[in-house]
């Protein structure tokens, strides 16, 4: 059997709620009305009770408008957030992309400067034997030595140095038809006479083993060294042309003192193997 649905009277809380909208309606209606004759009687007056209304009701409604706009917004402000993630994306892609270009063409650079220079170090040596790629370098290991793709069948011969374009690499000790072993100058048996630049002072550079270079001052004591002297080549012993750069002075000291070279073996591909500066006697036949 279907059940009558509740009346107000089962609840004296919905009674009242009737009878407050009965009052409330009713009173509207009478607002209303007076609100009508007044504005037909009385027009005066009624527009300074209208002005009076709006004062007041004015800030709700414009409280109510700012929080409508402000839900309204948030929508939109999150198809913005979102479109600005995906422009920040594509940024930050696109920038790295030119970053990882602008890197290439640097290099690039370098590479050309590089190749510029043993190109005219080339020209300009009317003593070069061969140029030829370093083919691999002990950088780990205390004995360092490089290996070069040219031996005795492109005219290299055994004492004769091997430079770059920066300075000076070594010079080869061991030959093959087509590979010749170079014993570089932070070899601990690498010896290779210099003086300093600024006034000519001899000295002695000589291999650590660890990629670094000593320098010793000859017939002279307590000889002060300075960050940043430069050495070169002087010539003595006839093996090395004097003023091929070899090494910088990285510590101050006095006697001796630490240096690295101009040229790093790790960093080249291409080197030059030059004649000796007093020739080399010629091989028995």
């Known amino acids: 059997m279907a059940s009558r649905p509740r009346r107000p009277g089962?609840?004296?809380?919905?009674?009242y709620g009737v009878f407050a909208s009965y009052v409330i309606v009713l009173a509207g209606l009478i607002v209303a009305a007076l609100l009508l004759a007044l504005s037909t009687f009385d027009p005066r007056t009624f527009g300074v009770v209208r002005q009076a209304t709006a004062e007041?009701?004015?800030?709700?409604?414009?409280?109510l408008?700012?929080?409508?706009?402000?839900?309204?917004?948030?929508p939109q402000g999150v198809g913005d957030y979102f479109g600005v993630m995906a422009r920040?994306?594509?940024?930050?892609?696109?920038?790295?992309?030119?970053?990882?270009?602008?890197?290439?063409?640097?290099a690039l650079i370098r590479e050309n400067a590089r190749l510029k220079a043993?190109?005219?170090?080339?020209?300009?040596?009317?003593?070069?034997?061969?140029t030829a790629h370093l083919v691999s370098s002990s950088a780990a290991s205390t004995r360092r030595y490089a290996v070069l793709n040219a031996g005795s069948n492109q005219g290299v011969r055994e004492g004769q140095p091997v430079r770059g374009p920066d300075g000076l690499i070594g010079r080869v000790v061991e030959l093959g038809f087509n590979t010749a072993r170079v014993l570089l100058i932070s070899d601990p048996e690498s010896i290779v006479p210099v003086r300093r630049v600024s006034d000519g002072l001899p000295a002695i550079a000589a291999g650590r083993g660890d990629g670094l270079i000593e320098?010793?001052?000859?017939?002279?004591?307590?000889?002060?060294?300075a960050l940043g002297d430069a050495f070169v080549t002087s010539g003595t012993g006839g093996i090395y042309a004097p003023g091929i750069p070899v090494a910088r002075v990285i510590k101050p000291g006095r006697d001796t003192t630490t240096a690295r070279?101009?040229?790093?073996?790790?960093?080249?591909?291409?080197?030059?193997v030059q004649r000796t500066f007093i020739p080399l006697?010629?091989?028995?036949r």
């Open 10 to 15: 089962f609840s004296r809380r919905a009674q």
């Open 56 to 63: 007041v009701t004015t800030p709700l409604s414009s409280l």
């Open 65 to 74: 408008g700012w929080g409508v706009r402000g839900v309204a917004s948030i």
């Open 88 to 106: 920040n994306k594509a940024l930050r892609a696109e920038i790295a992309a030119n970053r990882r270009m602008t890197d290439e063409a640097k």
């Open 118 to 130: 043993l190109l005219q170090l080339r020209q300009g040596a009317t003593d070069t034997v061969v």
């Open 215 to 225: 320098i010793r001052a000859v017939n002279l004591a307590n000889a002060p060294f």
């Open 261 to 272: 070279g101009f040229t790093q073996p790790d960093t080249l591909d291409v080197a030059i």
């Open 281 to 284: 006697p010629a091989e028995p």
